[in-house]
């Protein structure tokens, strides 16, 4: 069983920078990995993802050339620099694991997610 747990998050004023972690146990270096976010009364949405060898990454319109997804396989870990943040992109963020090793955009590929952490962007 794989066991997720996001950090990092919290409040930043506009134009500022987080970076969220997130941590794996029980498995992590076969899967790809992504991010996700869910503002109140939306869907959860796709932020970014990165294949198993993190040699391939996919991101959202939204936050290209603003956030940064990377990976350490050694520490069972995946990042999310954040720069340049925006209030539109206040919402809970989660991590999720998928066994499509070159990482997909569609939230039902994943299989194991975390708890979340908030993100709160203030203008």
């Known amino acids: 069983q794989v066991n997720l747990v996001e950090s990092g998050g919290g409040l930043v004023q506009a134009g500022g920078s987080l970076r969220l972690s997130c941590a794996a146990s029980g498995g992590f270096i076969t899967y790809a990995a992504g991010w996700f976010r869910q503002a109140p009364g939306e869907e959860r949405e796709f932020v970014a993802a990165i294949s198993w060898t993190g040699g391939i990454t996919r991101y959202a319109d939204s936050v290209k050339g603003r956030f940064i997804i990377s990976r350490d396989n050694a520490k069972n870990t995946v990042y999310l620099q954040m720069n340049s943040l925006k209030p539109e992109d206040t919402a809970v963020y989660y991590c999720?694991?998928?066994?499509?090793?070159?990482?997909?955009?569609?939230?039902?590929?994943?299989?194991?997610w975390g708890q979340g952490t908030q993100v709160t962007v203030s203008s």
């Open positions: 999720a694991l998928t066994s499509v090793r070159i990482g997909v955009l569609n939230r039902y590929e994943y299989d194991y």
